[in-house]
């Protein structure tokens, strides 16, 4: 008889242990649920967001050209060339290069501030801004039209213009 009772409770122990693993696995399997609708709503959220721009007819291409063994100056002139190619195809209004675009997953560069509403502390104040680097026909390409001051052009002393918002402007 002792040693049905011995055995009685291993089995009793593992059948405790088993119900812990189940109840954990079943909490695992609702939390990996919630962050998955989280997930959806936010994606939902963000992919029907109105961010000024018309992205019907946009074609975005992403190269890295160091994986194939190219330096920056030969990416530089491939790109180049990829460009001109674009641009004689049939149908293609316009064609640009950039390092990023201004919209998507997109983190903040810095903060700037107006004259009318200085800084008072430059790391947590102020207008966030992203920095989108392009050749110049990039605004026409997003479809992006400047309503004041001068579009980008090649001919600018240096190469750096700056593009603000209307709000930051």
């Known amino acids: 008889w002792t040693g049905l009772q011995s055995e009685g ?30 997930f959806v709503v936010v994606l939902q959220r963000e992919s029907s967001r109105d961010t000024g721009l018309d992205t019907d007819g946009l074609a975005v291409s ?8 190219r330096s920056d100056s030969q990416g530089a002139a491939d790109a180049a060339r990829i460009l001109e190619a674009l641009r004689r195809q049939p149908g293609i209004t316009s ?43 990039l605004l026409k390409a997003l479809g992006v039209s400047v309503t004041a001051g001068n579009d980008l052009s090649d001919e600018v002393e240096g190469g750096r213009e700056v593009i603000l918002s209307r709000s930051l402007a």
């Open 9 to 38: 409770a291993a089995t009793s122990q593992n059948w405790r242990l088993q119900r812990r693993l189940v109840v954990l696995q079943v909490a695992g399997s609702v939390a990996l649920l919630v962050v998955a609708a989280v």
């Open 62 to 69: 992403q190269i890295d050209f160091r994986l194939n063994g």
């Open 95 to 137: 064609g640009a290069l950039s390092v990023g675009l201004p919209f998507g997953v997109i983190t903040a560069a810095g903060t700037v501030s107006r004259s009318d509403q200085p800084l008072a502390d430059p790391r947590y104040a102020g207008e966030s801004v992203y920095v989108v680097t392009g050749t110049s026909d």
